[in-house]
C-alpha cells in the first residue's frame, strides 16, 4: 500500500520483492533464502541490513558452489577424491609437509609442474584428482586426462582437423593433469605432441604428470632422445616432485581385509 512518511510528508510504496524477477536475474541462493525468511517467525528482529546481509550471503555461496560444480565437471577427474582423505599411514614415502605445500596452489598459480612417480596402486592418480579438486576449489580451471587417452585424442583430432582447438583448450586450463605417462606404448610423434602441449603452456598454465617410470627412466619411454630432453626440460625443472614407493596400497588393503577376523554379530554367532 501507500504509506505518509511523517518525517519528509513523500508518499513511498511498499513493494513486495518478486520471486519472478528475482529469478530473471538468476539470483536463485536469493530466493532460497529469502523464502527461508519468510517461514522464520523472529526474523523481524533483524534489521533491513542484517536482512539483506543474509539474502547476499547466501547468493554469493550459491554462486561459489555452481561454479566449483561447473569447474569439476569440466576437469574430468578419474575419481573424486580431496586432500583431506590423503591417508599418510601407509608407509609409501608420502610426507604431509609435501602436500600442505601443494595445498597452497602457488605452484598452479605460478605455472609450474608436479611430478608424481611411483610403482602401481601406491595412490598417486588419487593424490594427482585431491590436488585437482583442490585446484578447483580455488577457482583454477583444471583438465584430467589418462595418458594413453590424450594420444588417442590427439590422434584422432589430427585425423578430423580439430588438433589446433584442441591445443588451444590445452593452452588455456590453468592445470592439466596427465595421468599415467608411459603406461601404454606411445610413438614419437606422439610424444612430440605432447611437447607441443607443453610448449604452449610455458607461462600460461601448470602441468601435473604420474608415471609408473622414475623420471630418469622416461628416455627410454619416448624412444627419441631430443623429444626426450626437450619434455625433460620444461617438466622437470624447477618442478615439484613426489617420488612414492613401497607395495600397492591396493594389495595391503586386501591382505589387511583377509586377515580381519569375522564380528560375531556379522555372523550371527556368538564369541
Known amino acids: 500500500g501507500i504509506r505518509d512518511s511523517s518525517v519528509t510528508g513523500v508518499q513511498t510504496c511498499a513493494l513486495p520483492i518478486s520471486i519472478d524477477k528475482l529469478r530473471a536475474l538468476r539470483l536463485e541462493g536469493m530466493i532460497a533464502a529469502l523464502e527461508e525468511q519468510r517461514r522464520q517467525n523472529d526474523i523481524g528482529r533483524l534489521d533491513f541490513e542484517e536482512r539483506l546481509g543474509l539474502l547476499v550471503e547466501r547468493q554469493w555461496l550459491w554462486k561459489t558452489n555452481r561454479a566449483l560444480a561447473a569447474?569439476?565437471?569440466?576437469?574430468?577427474?578419474?575419481?573424486?577424491?580431496?586432500?583431506?582423505?590423503?591417508?599418510?599411514?601407509?608407509?609409501?614415502?608420502?610426507?604431509?609437509?609435501?602436500?600442505?605445500?601443494?595445498?597452497?596452489?602457488?605452484?598452479?598459480?605460478?605455472h609450474r609442474a608436479c611430478l608424481i612417480t611411483g610403482p602401481t596402486g601406491c595412490g598417486k592418480t588419487h593424490l594427482a584428482c585431491a590436488l585437482g579438486h583442490q585446484a578447483c576449489r580455488d577457482g583454477y580451471g583444471t583438465l584430467y586426462y589418462y595418458a594413453p587417452k590424450l594420444f588417442r585424442d590427439l590422434q584422432t583430432a589430427q585425423v578430423d582437423g580439430s588438433l589446433q582447438k584442441r591445443l588451444k583448450l590445452f593452452s588455456r586450463t590453468e592445470?592439466?593433469?596427465?595421468?599415467?605417462?608411459?603406461?601404454?606404448?606411445?610413438?614419437?610423434?606422439?610424444?612430440?605432441?605432447?611437447?607441443?602441449?607443453?610448449?604452449?603452456?610455458?607461462?600460461?598454465?601448470?602441468?601435473?604428470?604420474?608415471?609408473?617410470?622414475?623420471?630418469?627412466?622416461?628416455?627410454?619411454?619416448?624412444?627419441?632422445?631430443?623429444?626426450?630432453?626437450?619434455?625433460?626440460?620444461?617438466?622437470?625443472?624447477?618442478?615439484?616432485?613426489?617420488?612414492?614407493?613401497?607395495?600397492?596400497?591396493?594389495?595391503?588393503?586386501?591382505?589387511?581385509?583377509?586377515?580381519?577376523?569375522?564380528?560375531?554379530s556379522d555372523t550371527g554367532t556368538g564369541a
Do not use: C
Open 71 to 110: 569447474r569439476l565437471q569440466r576437469a574430468q577427474l578419474k575419481i573424486s577424491a580431496s586432500l583431506e582423505d590423503i591417508d599418510y599411514r601407509h608407509p609409501r614415502g608420502l610426507k604431509r609437509a609435501q602436500v600442505d605445500q601443494l595445498r597452497l596452489n602457488d605452484w598452479v598459480g605460478q
Open 175 to 264: 592445470l592439466l593433469i596427465v595421468d599415467d605417462l608411459g603406461l601404454a606404448a606411445a610413438s614419437a610423434k606422439q610424444y612430440r605432441d605432447l611437447l607441443e602441449i607443453l610448449d604452449d603452456r610455458i607461462g600460461h598454465g601448470a602441468t601435473l604428470v604420474t608415471s609408473q617410470f622414475p623420471v630418469n627412466r622416461w628416455h627410454e619411454l619416448m624412444g627419441d632422445a631430443t623429444v626426450a630432453d626437450a619434455l625433460l626440460d620444461r617438466l622437470v625443472h624447477q618442478a615439484y616432485r613426489i617420488e612414492l614407493k613401497g607395495e600397492s596400497m591396493r594389495k595391503t588393503r586386501s591382505q589387511g581385509a583377509e586377515q580381519t577376523p569375522p564380528n560375531p
